[in-house]
């Protein structure tokens, strides 16, 4: 029973991300693709007017030794600059295998 379940979730294709988002009444997005960027805005006032503030990025990339890596970045207006919240780097089994999180 193992090697269904196993098949079930295997790759069988070239992709090395997928996001599924879910944006309410507004529809649902599922893809796979090879890198992948995202954008999350919310409404903010300021300066007498209301604007969408991205406060979260996402950033997925593939190196040319195949590892992978999965950036996290929170901004916010009344700070200098963005912050990078979290750095998740998968290692190919050529490059090591090795999984590295930094937070």
Do not use: P, Y
Not at 4 to 25: L, M, P, Q, T
Not at 79 to 94: G, M, N, V, Y
């Amino acid at each position: 029973m193992r090697g269904k379940i196993d098949d079930v979730f295997s790759v069988k294709d070239e992709r090395k991300f997928e996001v599924h988002c879910n944006a309410g009444a507004a529809g649902e997005l599922q893809v796979g693709t090879e890198s992948l960027s995202v954008k999350i805005g919310q409404r903010v006032q300021r300066d007498g007017s209301e604007e969408i503030w991205h406060s979260v990025l996402i950033h997925c990339a593939g190196a040319d030794d195949g590892s992978l890596t999965v950036k996290v970045i929170v901004c916010h207006f009344d700070w200098e600059e963005s912050r990078q919240i979290a750095l998740i780097r998968l290692e190919t089994e050529s490059s090591g295998g090795h999984s590295n999180i930094d937070i």
